[in-house]
Every structure is written in structure tokens, then in C-alpha cells.
């Protein structure tokens, strides 16, 4: 199950999101840095969210995502697929 919380941008968000997974018992590791820009597409009826992600030292990447409920997981996954397909997106990456 995801959950998603919204955190204000910049240093103070990331302070409160470390806070609330510090609070969780999780400890920090390592520090990435990146920089997102996000987009919207509408295929099919369904707006899909891409995110690009510029991460410093790591790499570029990206998210195609869809919120559906479960009866459109189908039509959904199909959109998400054929956005990537249509971007280039050729390779899956199923880390955080």
C-alpha cells in the first residue's frame, strides 16, 4: 500500500519528511540530492503524471504514473506502458 503525504518543497519539507520517517525507526543512510520537474498528459481519457528526475551523482530519471481505482488498474497500466514506450523509456528501475 502507498501512501502519499504532501511536504512543502525546498529544505523545510525535506526536514519534516525526515523527521516523520526518523520518528518511524528508519535511519539515514545517504543524501541524494535531485531535482524534479513534473508534467501532465492526458491519454485515453486518463491524465498521467511524469515526473523527470535529475539526481546529482546518481543519474537522470523517470516516473509515468496514473491514479486509478481498481476497476481501471487494467486501462491504466496499458497507458502507463505506452507513454514510456512512446517516450523511450526502455529501461525499469523497481528501487526507491
Known sequence: TEVELAVAPGDAGAAVAERLVVGLGFRPVAVVRKTRTSYEVVRGGLTLGVCLDEAEG????AEVEVVCDEDGFAAAQAAVLAL???LGLTEVEPRS
Open 84 to 86: 514510456a514506450a512512446d
Open 58 to 61: 546518481v543519474g537522470t530519471f
